[in-house]
């Protein structure tokens, strides 16, 4: 936040409605001698209630990306600023609560626990967040928000089925109730259709758009697939290490994005 006060020409977090900012953010991995850049400086501004697609070739660094921004992973160089808060820079105990409060996470495999059911694998993360006397103190309103959010995902019949009972569409489903648990002001996908069958990617794709229109969720997904990024408000190509737009300018600031109405 002081940045934004002692540099005139940046104007305070919100004013834009920029939520999340990277800048100059770079990835590489050393494998002996070699060096793999994966990221070479990419830049991006979110604002909220974006639904934004970041479109790349498989291997182009699309999942890298995605977790740094969502606090995942760290970059090699850069900052992701979220509400004006640099998380690069930040305690891993800072970051964490503001992975687990303001941000859910959405992957290709679901990453759901088989032998728990799925109200549980829906409550998991604040399961894990809190202690267990914090947990039952809570467990009322928990149970609550995540019996209605599996209802509207028209998962309220199967609340107590295991994940492992239950097909790849609506695993994901769990996974996006799950992702949903915290309110996050951010919503990360990471291909959430790329292991579904067309019919049922459709449906999930549903889903974030009906979230998006509907209660204005900011959305970043990342896809292989151009006709799913299409979609989205916005759509970016990862390509080379850096994100561009399908006409080839880079997303920087000076091409604002459209205004919301
Ligand atoms: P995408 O999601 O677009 O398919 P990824 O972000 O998963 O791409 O990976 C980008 C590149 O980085 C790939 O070439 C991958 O092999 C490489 N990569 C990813 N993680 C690691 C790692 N931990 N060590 C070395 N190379 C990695
Ligand atoms: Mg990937």
Do not use: C, W
């Amino acid at each position: 936040m002081s940045q934004a006060i002692s540099n005139p020409a940046v104007s305070p977090p919100g004013a834009d409605k920029t939520i999340l900012r990277a800048a100059a953010v770079q990835k590489f991995y050393r494998s002996g001698e070699e060096t793999l850049s994966i990221l070479r400086g990419v830049d991006l501004n979110v604002r909220t209630g974006e639904f934004i697609a970041i479109e790349g070739r498989s291997g182009s660094g699309k999942s890298t990306l995605l977790h740094i921004l969502a606090g995942l992973d760290s970059p090699n160089g850069g900052t992701v600023q979220f509400n004006g808060v640099n998380i690069v820079a930040i305690s891993d105990r800072n970051l964490a609560k503001i992975r687990n409060r303001e941000f859910g996470f959405v992957f290709q495999f679901y990453h759901l626990l088989p032998e728990l059911n799925v109200l549980e694998n829906t409550m998991l993360s604040p399961m894990i967040e809190f202690s267990t006397l914090g947990f039952r103190a809570r467990a009322a309103d928990l149970r609550k928000r995540a019996a209605d959010l599996l209802n509207q995902l028209g998962l309220g019949h199967r609340l107590k089925h295991r994940s492992s009972q239950l097909s790849g569409g609506e695993r994901q489903r769990v996974a996006i109730a799950r992702a949903l648990m915290n309110d996050p002001k951010v919503l990360f996908a990471d291909e959430p259709t790329g292991n579904l069958d067309f019919e049922t990617g459709r449906q999930i794709m549903a889903v974030l758009e009906d979230l998006h229109r509907r209660q204005g969720q900011t959305i970043i997904m990342v896809t292989h697939d151009r006709s799913l990024a299409l979609k989205a408000d916005r759509v970016l190509i990862l390509r080379n290490g850096k994100l561009e737009r399908p006409g080839g300018a880079s997303d920087t600031e000076k091409v604002p994005a459209p205004e919301e109405d």
